[in-house]
């Protein structure tokens, strides 16, 4: 009984001290599970980091995607919580924010280095002003155009100006027996991307901010019910392939790049993996690809939104506990030298100022610099507008393609799900 | 049940002599030893989540910190008012129909066929008891691909027969018939299982008598076969419904629930619409009214049908 008791003894010190350690000089960080490539990268940053620190212990972990979205809630108020975590910014810090599950970091990233991020990516950290967290890449939202399909049908899509002109590409393409574009429906989210394009395009940069305000009847707004008209003039050529709202988003990315369709509304963050799910593994070539910028409106109901780009900002949000050293690494891990690496690599196009340089993949560098050319860069909806409204916003997009829903109907919706969030 | 278990009252020995015997023969012990883990597990994992979530369910609360914003009725009455919560109840209910009226009468059928114990009976036995065996997500996964229009079974058939391919997942009207043709496919060998079991328990000499009478195999099965197996069917009718009240996880890789929320059932709108939108007050309520629900129905179901049924 005595050695038992003893036995415990031990093993709980230990054990006590173990934590105690592990508090002191360990840095957690939680990501989406990314590609092989920038997983690498990670690990060299973590020894390169760890060398110059002997008493610090990084360590990464990776959850997929759905599963990281729906545990991340519950592990911010568990004691388990990672010191640094991947985030979209938006609504989702917002809220993080305001029931104090992360940490403001004003004070601990210098000025020289917030200089090396441009204003409008710290914004995406920022809640009522404090910084929250810092960002890591920005992404497009961009029409891929198969070039070989485009020249089949009789199409120049350098000649595409205005979504009139998409449209008539569209009909010149089927009437010509091709495909015209490919889609996941069934994920909703990819069909999201032709609303919020239009809404920007039609109700101008500021559209979706005046609509949480509740400025000009908030999302039944005008713009927002043009925008839902507009996408069902689209869905009623039919451009879609066959099924489109049974295919998923990783089906329509393997089939675009097997040469099933001849535009594809997608991230820029879809060419090394569309390649991926190709049935030969390799896909179309990159003389068989280009980036067409999403079309812009002739008579948009209120003027400016013709120059601004959709996409994301993400990067990483300090949790409630995080030490000093875990934001000394964040900002380490963010430096310009390593941020040329990831460019340098392709993996993806850095947000630090001037990394961008290094990318060696025009399609990179077009996007590039689209974003730092943008009037206003609107974050995904699904994510900016939070879990619930931008899940309604999937919704009505998928619906008003299926065609089970008005334009008006659709805005009525989002604004409910905005009222109820 | 009353005159078998307690003794007389006059008999009853003195409360301190029986306190004895139970503390002395082991029994409590047993009972002291096995009783907590279970007791402990089933309240950590079962009782106070479901009370936790009946707690959630007045609240505006979207998962983090504790729920401080009381809505009152207001998550039920935005539920009530929501169509597609009208259409998963609709789709569950539609389950629970074709449960009763084409998968039960699909079992019993297979059941009549294959209860004699021959060695082709067993392998058909097994056969059709293997999706049953297999798990939800694959089994939807498969069947996806066998709907899929591009590369699928439908897209043999249509091109065997010269027609246009189609996409029965994708439409919105016929793909709810397909999940409830994979859900039949999925669940009858379970039902046909408990049949066979109860078939081999009919007396052989009740059937032989019955058929030296004269009576015919339909006769047979009409008049003494199924009145003897009517608590087995009972059983099932009774584990199709409350299985029905909790489809899930075949919808989620055979159809996410689309297109257009035209394929949730009560569980995947819980999904959907309270969890992945991070609304738990939301998701609390409608667990809650599922909850009531599958409790109305055992409890009514057990006093009507399964009470009449056991001998």
């Known amino acids: 009984m005595r050695f038992l008791a003893t036995t415990a003894l031990t093993l709980t010190a230990s054990l006590g001290a173990g934590a105690a350690w592990a508090q002191e000089g360990e840095v957690t960080i939680l990501r989406v599970q990314p590609g092989d490539e920038e997983e690498a990268f990670y690990a060299e940053v973590e020894q390169a980091y760890e060398a110059e620190h002997p008493d610090v212990d990084i360590v990464f972990e990776y959850i997929a995607n759905e599963a990281y979205k729906s545990k991340l809630p519950t592990l911010l108020q568990s004691d388990a919580r990672p010191d640094l975590f991947y985030s979209w910014g938006g609504e989702a810090l917002r809220e993080q924010a305001e029931a104090g599950f992360v940490r403001m970091i004003d004070d601990l990233v210098p000025e020289d280095v917030r200089a090396t991020f441009p204003q409008s990516a710290l914004d995406a950290f920022t809640v009522d002003g404090a910084l929250y967290g810092l960002p890591l890449y920005a992404t497009e939202v961009v029409f891929w155009v198969n070039t070989d399909l485009t020249e089949e049908g009789g199409v120049d899509h350098t000649a595409i100006e205005t979504w009139d002109d998409f449209l008539q590409a569209v009909q010149t393409l089927k009437d010509a027996g091709v495909t015209p574009i490919v889609a996941g429906g069934q994920d909703k989210w990819p069909l999201h991307f032709y609303w919020s394009y239009l809404a920007l395009r039609e109700g101008g940069p500021d559209v979706v901010t005046s609509a949480m305000s509740g400025d000009g009847g908030g999302f039944e707004n005008e713009a927002f019910v043009a925008a839902g008209e507009d996408l069902k003039e689209l869905a009623a050529l039919e451009p879609f392939q066959p099924g489109v709202m049974g295919t998923t988003y990783e089906t329509s990315s393997g089939m675009f790049a097997d040469g099933e369709g001849a535009f594809y509304l997608m991230g820029d963050w879809d060419y090394l993996p569309m390649r991926g799910r190709a049935s030969d593994g390799e896909g179309l070539s990159d003389e068989q690809l280009a980036i067409m910028s999403f079309p812009t409106i002739s008579d948009p109901v209120a003027e400016g939104g013709a120059g601004a780009t959709l996409g994301g900002i993400n990067g990483w949000a300090v949790s409630r506990d995080a030490s000093d050293t875990a934001v000394d690494f964040l900002t380490f891990m963010l430096n310009r030298e390593n941020q040329e690496t990831i460019a340098e690599r392709g993996i993806f196009i850095p947000i630090v100022e001037g990394a961008d340089e290094a990318l060696t993949n025009a399609f990179f560098q077009r996007v590039a610099s689209d974003i730092s050319g943008s009037d206003y860069h609107q974050i995904f909806l699904d994510q900016f507008l939070g879990a619930s409204v931008g899940a309604t916003v999937n919704d009505v997009s998928a619906d008003l393609v299926a065609d089970a829903t008005t334009p008006e109907e659709a805005a009525a919706r989002v604004q409910e799900a905005w009222d109820f969030r | ?311």
Not at chain 2, 91 to 107: D, F, G, R
Not at chain 2, 124 to 147: Q, T
Not at chain 2, 266 to 272: A, C, G, K, N, S
Request: charged share 15%; proline share 6%.
């Open chain 2, 1 to 311: 049940m009353t005159d078998t278990t307690m003794p007389p009252p006059e008999d009853r020995p003195a409360w301190g002599e029986r306190f004895r015997r139970v503390a002395t023969n082991g029994r409590l012990t047993a009972v002291l030893i096995l009783l907590p883990p279970a007791l402990i597990l089933f309240t950590l994992f079962v009782i106070l989540p479901l009370g936790e979530s009946g707690w959630y369910a007045f609240y505006d609360w979207n998962g983090y910190g504790t729920p401080e914003d009381f809505v009152g009725l207001r998550n039920f009455e935005q539920m009530a008012g929501h169509s597609v919560f009208a259409t998963a109840v609709g789709n569950t209910v539609k389950i629970i129909v074709v449960s009763l009226l084409v998968q039960m009468p699909l079992a019993l059928f297979l059941a009549l066929l294959v209860y004699r114990k021959t060695p082709t009976n067993a392998a058909f036995r097994l056969i059709f008891f293997v999706p049953y065996i297999m798990a939800e997500v694959a089994a939807g996964l498969i069947w996806s691909f066998v709907f899929d229009g591009n590369y699928g079974v439908t897209a043999s058939i249509a091109t065997t027969l010269g027609i246009e391919r189609f996409f029965v997942l994708a439409d919105r009207d016929l793909a709810f018939y397909a999940v409830m043709t994979v859900i039949v496919w999925k669940y009858f060998g379970f039902h046909m299982m408990i049949y066979i079991a109860a078939l081999q328990g009919v007396p052989e000499d009740h059937i032989e008598a019955a058929r030296i009478e004269g009576a015919s195999r339909p006769q047979i099965v009409r008049h003494v076969q199924i009145p003897h197996i009517r608590p087995a069917i009972a059983v099932s009718a009774f584990f199709a419904i409350i299985g029905a009240l909790q489809v899930f996880d075949l919808i989620i890789p055979l159809t996410n629930g689309g297109p257009s929320n035209q394929t949730q059932t009560i569980v995947t709108y819980l999904y959907e619409f309270g969890l992945t939108r991070l609304r738990i007050g939301f998701g609390s309520a409608v667990g809650v009214v599922l909850f009531v629900a599958a409790v109305l129905v055992a409890v009514f179901y057990q006093r009507i049908f399964m009470r009449k049924g056991t001998p």
